[in-house]
């Protein structure tokens, strides 16, 4: 099969590589399309080498979708031709977090010998014509949801997830900083939840385009300022919720200034490690402001996927752009430096998906 091989930090090729094979509970599949994502550039770039990935060569890739194609020994609820979307986090299945639902802070994280596994990240991941996963990362598709789409379960998983850790006030309003793919989902997904009112924070094409993804109100940072703004909108009062997909210095405190007194912020956005954030401690004491750290996208996948079969969470407007996995670099070009609006960009490593 054909893969993308990160072959040392910083450098890649498509290689020829041995078809993989599924072991016991796992599952071969055939993949379909697979989004960039935000994380990807830099495991790419090797800043995170010798943890992401933990060794070369590696193949990355995590958000993706496909097809079954072949069983592993003691696989029963699966079938050859089944459509699947796939997480990247596959716990060991018996530590504390496990057994309560959070495999995604696995405590045998980055120990395959445990059976854990992170795609991409740790483990072979999806930049592939192929790849042997578990079965239990996977969740059948329905034909209302094309592989495209599908790509998408990941990201929007995500923000579910951060959105359920917090929690969303019905008719309430929230703030959005960072309107990139995953600030347009929030958007999107709060008014789902049942928020009445979304505020983008962000500047540029970006802000400009968020209208069309369920903004209601938008503040350009470059031209007001971020925390002045919300609370002017606001009456003076605060949002309910504030949602951090942006991962930028400074963004943590106005997310704190922005909410009411009693409100609630979730951080979506990953920071690198230089940032440091100095916080208002005696007002979110004194506010008793809740906060939420929030990882990946554990127990949601089949949420986001009903909802995109039922049309109540539409994705395929922010997929820009495709590309074959031949044309991996023009792609991975075209999301880091944003060319001609791009905001997330889908890699087909078999071909096109019909009609």
């Avoid at 509970?25 to 990935?53: N, Y």
């Avoid at 592939?128 to 034909?143: D, E, G, K």
């Avoid at 002017?232 to 605060?238: E, F, H, I």
């Amino acid at each position: 099969m054909k893969a993308l091989v990160l072959t040392r930090p910083g450098e890649f090729e498509i290689q020829e590589i041995p078809l993989p094979r599924p072991q016991a509970g796992e599952v071969l599949c055939r993949v379909r399309a697979v989004a960039i994502c935000g994380s990807d550039p830099e495991i790419i770039r090797g800043g995170l080498a010798g943890t992401w990935p933990p060794h070369y060569p590696f193949i990355p890739g995590h958000e993706w979708a496909g097809e079954v194609v072949a069983l592993g020994e003691g696989v029963l609820h699966l079938a050859p031709g089944d459509r699947v979307a796939g997480e990247a986090h596959k716990g060991c299945g018996y530590c504390r977090n496990c057994l309560s639902g959070r495999y995604n802070l696995c405590e045998n994280y980055g120990r395959p010998e445990t059976g854990h596994r992170h795609y991409g990240f740790t483990s072979a991941g999806a930049y592939a014509q192929y790849l042997a996963c578990s079965v239990r990362i996977l969740h059948r598709l329905p034909s209302e949801v094309s592989f495209r789409e599908a790509s998408m379960v990941d990201t929007a998983g995500v923000v579910l997830h951060g959105l359920e850790l917090s929690g969303v006030t019905p008719g309430g309003t929230v703030a959005i900083i960072g309107p990139g793919p995953i600030g347009m989902l929030a958007l999107r997904i709060s008014k789902v939840l049942g928020a009445s009112t979304a505020i983008a924070v962000g500047r540029g094409a970006r802000l400009a385009a968020a209208s069309k993804f369920g903004a209601d109100l938008l503040v350009d940072i470059e031209k007001e300022d971020p925390i002045s703004a919300v609370r002017s909108a606001t009456a003076g009062r605060g949002v309910d919720e504030a949602v951090e997909c942006s991962g930028a210095a400074g963004t943590f405190q106005q997310a704190v200034r922005m909410v009411r007194k009693g409100g609630r912020v979730v951080l979506l956005g990953v920071p690198p490690d230089r940032v440091m954030e100095e916080l208002p401690f005696k007002h979110i004491v004194h506010n008793e402001i809740a906060i939420f750290g929030s990882r990946a996208n554990p127990n949601v996948a089949e949420k986001v996927i009903a909802w995109m079969a039922s049309r109540q969470l539409k994705v395929k407007d922010l997929i820009t752009h495709t590309f074959p996995l031949t044309e991996f670099a023009k792609a991975l070009d075209t999301f880091i430096h944003r060319r001609e609006g791009a905001i997330k960009v889908v890699i087909e490593p078999n071909g096109e998906e019909g009609p």
